[in-house]
């Protein structure tokens, strides 16, 4: 039985598969079965930040592997502690406390349950209990219940009804919608300051500075979804400060880029008070209010300590800024039809197709179209949404792989216009 056969046999159909088995990576590399070697710019969707198998990464494992691999959340769990001064000194740079979990959606339910809680204590006018948040449109939080509702894509809730109550969508960066929507049960506003599967899209900072001043105004919380922007990639540490360095956030969730490869996520939670100088936010989080039997175990916490510890000592999101504008001065005098734009930050780029302009095949968009173009000239990449490819290289990326996949976009691009 080869490996089409075992899939269709023994694994639920929830992915289209590429046609592609990977069974080796190195750095910026994959290889597949028949040896082809790839040029990797998915990185397991934002996922292998210092690419794959790491020196420093495979060490970390490999030493905590031997000690302890995983304990009770009920103990005292030294590594855990570590990471979570790390991550709150060194990277948030603002007083607040950390939870972990295993993933990206995880980490938004916790800040979903955050927002209730916080609505429980912090009632409104009538005494009633808040439970709204609003979150917008082509934003993705999750494949969770809580994820899906909080998802502003009508294609990744269809089949889930009932969904979750208490969430609102209105349009990215309209402000005028987003005021129109706070109402009295209105606790939270959950945002991505840029966009992933909804097409690469950044939050501008006169739509952060409405979001402030509606905190302030309503007493709301700040909630931003770094799961796929956040720990470098942008070029800060924190995704949020790319477009508003002095906003305050009150939570924010992470996952992919902190574990580089290894499944670790987490939400942050501020120390701000929350009334008269009493009540921080964090202890609407108290014992019994959340757990993870696996979250935060010594050897994911050992994972995640070794790469954000190789990103703040190599100064990788300086790297992201640098190639970024490499990649911009590369590409400014390319004239092709079929190419849009090129949008995003730092090594979180995406590649605007003009759709009118490609002709694709039926049940391709044509971000799936370029995607599999490329994968046939040695370039991994993925879509985001239907006219939009991502590049997503490990941080660590070098100039040479960098021109690598520009040539091999620019040949591309080339093809398509004949």
Not at 25 to 32: A, K, R
Not at 379 to 400: F, H, I, K, Q, S
């Amino acid at each position: 039985m080869n490996i089409d056969e075992t899939f269709s046999r023994y694994v639920l159909r929830t992915y289209g598969r590429f046609p592609m088995i990977p069974v080796k990576g190195e750095g910026s590399y994959l290889w597949d079965d028949t040896g082809k070697k790839y040029l990797d710019f998915c990185t397991g969707i934002a996922v292998c930040s210092l690419g794959h198998c790491h020196p420093r990464l495979v060490q970390a494992i490999t030493d905590q592997a031997q000690q302890l691999i995983h304990c009770s959340n009920l103990y005292q769990i030294p590594q855990q502690a570590e990471l979570a001064k790390l991550i709150t000194e060194r990277c948030v740079k603002l007083p607040g406390k950390m939870f972990f979990s295993n993933s990206g959606a995880e980490a938004n339910d916790g800040l979903i349950k955050l927002a209730r809680r916080f609505g429980n204590v912090r009632v409104n006018a009538n005494g009633e209990a808040r439970y709204e948040v609003i979150s917008f449109n082509k934003s993705f939080h999750g494949r969770t219940l809580g994820g899906i509702a909080a998802t502003g894509q009508r294609k990744i809730k269809e089949g889930f009804e009932p969904l979750l109550p208490g969430f609102i969508h209105t349009p990215f960066n309209d402000s005028a919608a987003l005021k129109a929507a706070v109402g009295e049960h209105t606790v939270a506003i959950l945002l991505e300051p840029l966009q992933g599967e909804g097409g690469i899209t950044s939050v501008t900072q006169d739509f952060l500075k409405t979001i402030h001043e509606l905190k302030e105004k309503h007493d709301l919380l700040i909630l931003f979804d770094e799961v796929q922007s956040g720990f470098g990639r942008l070029g800060d540490m924190m995704a949020w400060k790319k477009f508003a360095p002095d906003l305050e956030p009150d939570g924010i969730s992470w996952a992919k880029t902190m574990g580089g490869g290894f499944p670790i996520g987490g939400f942050w939670v501020a120390d701000r008070f929350i009334d008269d100088n009493t009540t921080p936010l964090f202890t609407v989080m108290g014992p019994g209010s959340h757990g993870s039997t696996y979250g935060g175990n010594p050897l994911a916490c050992a994972a995640a300590t070794a790469v954000l510890s190789e990103i703040l000592e190599k100064d990788l999101p300086a790297n992201a800024i640098r190639q970024e504008e490499r990649i911009r001065a590369a590409i400014a005098d390319w004239k092709f039809s079929t190419l849009k734009e090129l949008r995003g930050h730092g090594l979180m780029l995406g590649w605007q197709l003009k759709s009118d302009a490609i002709t694709v095949p039926e049940g391709q968009t044509p971000a799936l179209h370029l995607v599999l173009k490329l994968m046939e000239k040695g370039l991994l990449t993925v879509p985001a949404g239907p006219d939009v490819v991502r590049w997503l290289p490990a941080l660590n990326v070098t100039d040479e792989e960098i021109d690598q996949g520009l040539e091999i976009m620019r040949s591309t691009f080339a093809s398509l216009e004949n």
